[in-house]
């Protein structure tokens, strides 16, 4: 199956669906550093575009590739439950529209778009609904919903809202299977942790009495103190890791450190040799606005399976 990607990010999504044997013949993304992550793993042409402004230019490129399916996952901060700011005049939400109008003119039998769950929320759940209608209005037989990467098997809880689509079979999201997530601790073994940051003043001073699974806001409280730096979280090692979002917020279960890269990759489910390029910071916003490989090796199974 040929498929393109847009907002193609570092290529989560691209990963999982070689590992599911799609071939991935080009992506596009407006961020150079997201490309350069993109460039170092996967072979599909890639190219610096953007949706909106380049509209035209991908649509040209789509129809002489001939591809069979289109993947985009939209910038998802307009929809996102984590922005208190969030209103439905976000000119990020037009985006999606604008992946629909790539979708009408290069007509590829199959469609995912990925976001989070937000997306089906109010006061966002009309861009949803309209979405969807635009996309049955244009054939397709279409399936949406929220998917967790736990219910995939995943040692973190990522769920997602997927828009899954074709015009030849019908893929059904109820038809994704159920399989008990890995723990933390499984997942991790024979990490190397390879180059991790210490933790601040203030996770320090707490950690004897920051309970694994419990963010610092909660020891602090119990100390008398403020719920301040309530986005830190420390990994309870037998259960699932917290959505992994932009920025290093989670600390190990006892040691003195944050998690590192290769541990958040993994959990990420990347493989080990995965290569994210960058400084630091922008290397966990990779893996945080990265769709996660297992998740879109699941999707794209819907389509192989159908």
Known sequence: MRIASLFCGGGGSSQGYKQ???????????EEIALATYKANHSA???????AADKGKIIEILTSAKIDLLDASPPCQGFSTANTKRNAKDERNT????????????NPNHVIIENVTG??????RNIAIKINARLKNLGY???VGIVDGRDLGMPQKRARTYFVASKTMQPKLTR???IKPQTIKDALKGVNPSEHK???????????????????GDARERAGKSRAFFNYVKLDQHSQCPTIVKGNKFVHWSERRKMSLQELKVLMTFPHDYKLIGTYQQQCDRLGNAVAPTMAQHILRLFNAT
């Not at 599911?20 to 407006?30: I, K, L, N, S, Y």
């Open 176 to 178: 994704l299977p159920k």
């Open 141 to 143: 037989s279409v399936s």
């Open 119 to 124: 997306m089906l929320k109010f006061p966002m």
């Open 20 to 30: 599911e044997g799609g071939d991935v013949v080009a992506a596009f993304d407006f």
């Open 95 to 106: 985006l999606p529209f604008d992946t629909l109008d790539i979708i009408e003119a290069v």
């Open 198 to 216: 210490p933790l601040g003043k203030e996770q320090s001073l707490f950690f004897d009495s920051w309970r694994p699974g419990e963010d610092l």
């Open 45 to 51: 042409k890639a190219y610096c575009m953007d949706v």
